[in-house]
């Protein structure tokens, strides 16, 4: 299974401050998606991210949201400025896209909380 | 757009029983089913898949069925044990749509010893 990390694992923010969260996958992948699951809720698909830009997002990724891959590795999505709503795990998950490709793995998750 | 709908929300089964887990989805076009399991606080982690070119696949005590002309499909845990105690969660997607997961609501599974 590829490996993913995540951080940080928990941020802690005031409404209407910036975050940045990142993702580092192990080794060179080229999908890359973000999800967000709200504290007891399913997971929610955010946006997915081919080849240095966004293919697909969700009603949820309004323009507060930004994501980019800034040095060909990391994986970051920002938000702007947050709201309480926003308070969540956000996974970012990969996709290999060789023997299996449609296969996402998911990564351990940054814990948000909005103030 | 995917819609995908999971039942029961809550399932609890002796342990050495079997469990099943239902869902079903909307879009004719989703080719790519993934199971995942998630414990208390951490990652969902993907424990069997299946394709739409495929109507069962198995792994050990998990299996999982699939009717398309239905739009829906299914987990089989066999010989429970408490470490099956999870949040399991359905998905779906297809390759047309950049594969984003649309996921079920999630069954909260509890094996009683």
């Known amino acids: 299974e590829p490996e993913v990390t995540q951080t940080p694992s928990h941020q802690v923010t005031q409404m209407g401050q910036e975050v940045i969260l990142r993702c580092v996958p192990i080794?060179?992948?080229?999908?890359f998606y973000w999800y967000r699951q709200i504290l007891g809720q399913k997971v929610e698909f955010l946006v997915s991210?081919?080849?240095?830009?966004?293919?697909?997002k969700s009603e949820i990724f309004d323009d507060q949201f930004s994501v980019e891959r800034p040095d060909g590795s990391n994986f970051t999505l920002k938000i702007r400025s947050t709201k309480l709503e926003d308070s969540a795990m956000y996974f970012c998950?990969?996709?290999?896209?060789?023997?299996?490709?449609?296969?996402?793995?998911f990564g351990p998750g940054t814990r948000l909380t909005v103030l | 757009g995917e819609n995908v709908e999971q039942h029961p929300s809550t399932l609890s089964v002796q342990e050495g029983d079997s469990a099943v887990i239902k869902c079903t989805y909307s879009?004719?076009?989703?080719?790519?089913f993934p199971w995942y399991k998630q414990e208390l606080g951490k990652r969902p982690q993907l424990i069997i898949d299946?394709?739409?070119?495929?109507g069962e696949k198995k792994d050990q005590r998990i299996a999982v069925t699939l009717n398309k002309t239905a739009k829906h499909f299914s987990l089989h845990i066999t010989e429970t044990q408490p470490e099956d105690s999870a949040v399991y969660f359905c998905?779906?997607?297809?390759?047309?749509?950049?594969?984003?997961?649309?996921f079920g609501a999630g069954t909260q599974v509890v094996v009683t010893p």
């Open positions: 998905a779906a997607s297809s390759t047309d749509s950049w594969g984003k997961l649309q």
């Open positions: 998950a990969i996709r290999t896209g060789t023997s299996k490709p449609d296969t996402q793995y």
């Open positions: 299946i394709r739409s070119n495929v």
């Open positions: 879009d004719s076009a989703s080719n790519y």
């Open positions: 080794s060179n992948h080229l999908y």
């Open positions: 991210f081919y080849n240095n830009e966004i293919s697909e």
